[in-house]
């Protein structure tokens, strides 16, 4: 069974940073693109960072400059940096992972999200 699980938010002042941490699951699971979202009451969800399998990544423009997506290949592992957070960062951060089993591909899965509240 695949499990995304993600880890690192809570509550920090304005100008404040956090990161979060993402770890995938499973028997013998290889990931693929690997990405955060965020989501806020009566908003779309929608896509903060992704990166690749290959280590590009790309960012929507309202973080660019201050959050950071990397990844852990071994690990199945990806996080978030993010630094000099703004109230309007405050949501609901969720992990999404392209996921191969066995080397045959397994589909996407989404983590139970974690929250980020950004406040003075």
């Known amino acids: 069974q695949v499990q995304l699980v993600e880890s690192g938010g809570g509550l920090v002042q304005p100008g404040g940073s956090l990161r979060l941490s993402c770890l995938a699951s499973?028997?013998?699971?290889?990931?693929?693109?690997m990405s955060w979202w965020r989501e806020t009451p009566g908003k779309e969800r929608e896509r903060v960072a992704f990166i690749a399998s290959t280590g590009s990544a790309d960012y929507t423009y309202t973080v660019k400059g201050r959050f950071t997506i990397s990844r852990n290949y071994t690990m199945n592992a990806v996080y978030l940096q993010m630094n000099n957070l703004e109230p309007e960062d405050t949501a609901v951060y969720y992990c999404?992972?392209?996921?191969?089993?066995?080397?045959?591909?397994?589909?996407?899965?989404w983590g139970p999200g974690t929250p980020v509240t950004v406040s003075s």
């Open positions: 499973g028997s013998r699971i290889s990931t693929g693109i």
């Open positions: 999404k992972a392209g996921i191969y089993q066995n080397g045959n591909w397994a589909g996407h899965y």
